[in-house]
């Protein structure tokens, strides 16, 4: 029963990070690459999902890690957007995920 709830969950998580590297602005991509998103937890079980922005990914202009996806966020508030986009439908999917499992 929680196996489907949190597969519903990563669901969203990936829609999240999709919408946010389709509104994020682009110049290099480097920003809208560094949009992932991380499973984690207690002995590394994916149970709690993050989607984040920054890091990991080199900016070709500044041979850089992104180290400026907050700054972009504050101004452009792609991920908040994103967020707002899925957070609607999260517990409806997640109810409708477990009432199935259970049947």
């Known amino acids: 029963m929680l196996d ?6 990563d669901m969203q998580a990936e829609l999240m990070k999709g919408i946010w590297q389709v509104i994020a602005p682009v110049d290099t991509g480097s920003y809208r690459d560094s949009v992932r998103k ?4 207690i002995g590394k079980s994916w149970r709690v999902v993050r ?8 900016n070709p202009k500044t ?13 452009y508030h792609c991920g908040e957007r ?8 999260i517990e409806a999917l997640i109810r409708r995920a477990v ?3 259970v049947k």
Request: hydrophobic content about 40%.
């Open 51 to 58: 989607v984040r922005a920054g890091g990991y990914v080199t």
């Open 38 to 41: 991380e499973r984690g937890g």
């Open 82 to 89: 994103a967020w707002q986009q899925v957070c609607g439908n």
């Open 63 to 75: 041979g850089r890690l992104v180290d400026y996806a907050v700054i972009l966020e504050y101004k």
């Open 4 to 9: 489907a709830a949190y597969e519903q969950l």
């Open 99 to 101: 009432v199935s499992a």
